[in-house]
């Protein structure tokens, strides 16, 4: 029997996988194999990982009839008295691989310390990156990014910006063009990749938070980019201007962007235009705490 476990790891080796094993849940995948084939998957599995993290336990002729094999993680197999035991990553392992301790990343940690402080106010965390993406429609599955921006925010300062526009497959329907004012022409001309979009940006965002209006829309086509590209997960934690907005505006006639911003009469000069709907968003954000 051999369980293997991963990580954010790139699509193609997920599917290499499933050809041998079963898949029970996501990146879980379990099965009986030969020695020879359970060895060579699992070289597969740590040339094609990535920046990804992967577990093997599989049977062994051994007191316990288990082994483990881990790949670019803290925690590690080790002997206790001819027993096979996962140890927990001491600081030495963790700085060794320059990775952060029990693999939580400093967002991760942000985020757990503003809900231990139960009903307080949200403050604004030291560190975190508001985004937008402008989309070809609604529907994840069928549709296209065509724009991405951000702004990155330092200790309550802008620090830095990104933006791509994005050259989609397909083509743009005339509803998006009159919506945003994007053509085909201008997509054609400064439109870069998906793929160089995507990197740029996963780069440039790193474990930070992120904020977004209506984050699950913009995070959900964030994600199938990064599954269609075979790049890692994106599973940064993230904030609602929308859930916050709702808190505080409990008698808004909706939670658009545009009725948000007038509500509180903040500006948006450039409406469905990603890097000034961030702007907006940033200053919606900041608005919505001091409240």
């Given at each position: 029997?051999?369980?293997?476990?991963l990580?954010?790891?790139?699509l193609a080796?997920?599917?290499?996988?499933?050809?041998w094993?079963?898949?029970?849940?996501?990146?879980?995948?379990?099965?009986?194999?030969s020695?020879?084939v359970?060895?060579?998957?699992?070289?597969?599995?740590?040339?094609?990982?990535?920046n990804?993290?992967?577990t093997?336990?599989?049977?062994a002729?051994?007191?316990?009839?288990?082994?483990f094999?881990?790949h670019?993680?803290?925690?590690?197999?080790?002997?206790?008295?001819?027993i096979?035991?996962?140890?927990?990553?001491?600081?030495?392992r963790?700085?060794?691989?320059?990775?952060?301790?029990a693999?939580?990343?400093n967002?991760?940690?942000?985020?757990?310390?503003?809900?231990?402080?139960?009903?307080s106010?949200?403050?604004e965390?030291?560190?975190?990156?508001?985004?937008?993406?402008?989309?070809t429609?609604?529907?994840?599955d069928?549709?296209?990014i065509?724009?991405?921006?951000?702004?990155?925010?330092?200790?309550?300062?802008?620090?830095s910006?990104?933006?791509?526009?994005?050259?989609?497959k397909?083509?743009?329907?005339?509803?998006?063009?009159?919506?945003?004012?994007?053509?085909?022409?201008?997509l054609?001309?400064?439109?870069?990749?998906?793929?160089?979009?995507?990197?740029?940006?996963?780069?440039?965002?790193?474990?930070?938070?992120?904020v977004?209006?209506?984050?699950a829309?913009d995070?959900?086509?964030?994600?199938?980019s990064?599954?269609e590209?075979?790049?890692?997960?994106?599973?940064n934690?993230?904030?609602?201007?929308?859930?916050l907005?709702?808190?505080?505006?409990?008698k808004?006639?909706?939670?658009?962007?545009?009725?948000?911003?007038?509500?509180?009469h903040?500006d948006?000069?450039?409406?469905?235009?990603?890097?000034?709907?961030c702007?907006a968003?940033?200053?919606?954000?900041?608005?919505?705490?001091e409240?």
């Amino acid at each position: 029997m051999v369980v293997i476990v991963l990580e954010k790891c790139p699509l193609a080796l997920r599917g290499d996988l499933t050809k041998w094993l079963q898949e029970i849940s996501l990146g879980v995948y379990v099965g009986k194999v030969s020695a020879r084939v359970r060895d060579e998957l699992w070289k597969r599995v740590c040339e094609e990982c990535k920046n990804g993290r992967a577990t093997m336990v599989f049977s062994a002729r051994n007191e316990q009839h288990l082994a483990f094999q881990v790949h670019n993680t803290t925690w590690e197999p080790i002997d206790f008295d001819g027993i096979t035991l996962m140890m927990h990553p001491s600081p030495a392992r963790t700085k060794e691989l320059g990775r952060k301790r029990a693999g939580w990343s400093n967002a991760a940690i942000r985020s757990k310390a503003r809900k231990s402080m139960g009903g307080s106010a949200p403050i604004e965390p030291e560190e975190y990156v508001v985004f937008d993406v402008e989309t070809t429609g609604l529907d994840v599955d069928r549709d296209e990014i065509i724009e991405i921006a951000a702004i990155k925010v330092v200790h309550g300062e802008e620090s830095s910006r990104f933006h791509e526009i994005v050259r989609p497959k397909g083509r743009v329907p005339r509803k998006i063009t009159e919506l945003t004012g994007m053509t085909d022409e201008l997509l054609d001309s400064q439109g870069v990749e998906l793929s160089l979009a995507m990197e740029g940006f996963l780069s440039y965002v790193g474990d930070d938070i992120v904020v977004a209006h209506n984050v699950a829309f913009d995070s959900g086509f964030i994600q199938a980019s990064c599954e269609e590209c075979d790049l890692d997960d994106f599973d940064n934690d993230c904030i609602d201007t929308i859930a916050l907005a709702k808190k505080k505006l409990p008698k808004a006639p909706n939670y658009r962007l545009k009725t948000v911003l007038d509500l509180l009469h903040l500006d948006n000069e450039r409406p469905h235009r990603a890097e000034s709907d961030c702007e907006a968003t940033l200053h919606l954000f900041r608005k919505l705490i001091e409240m």
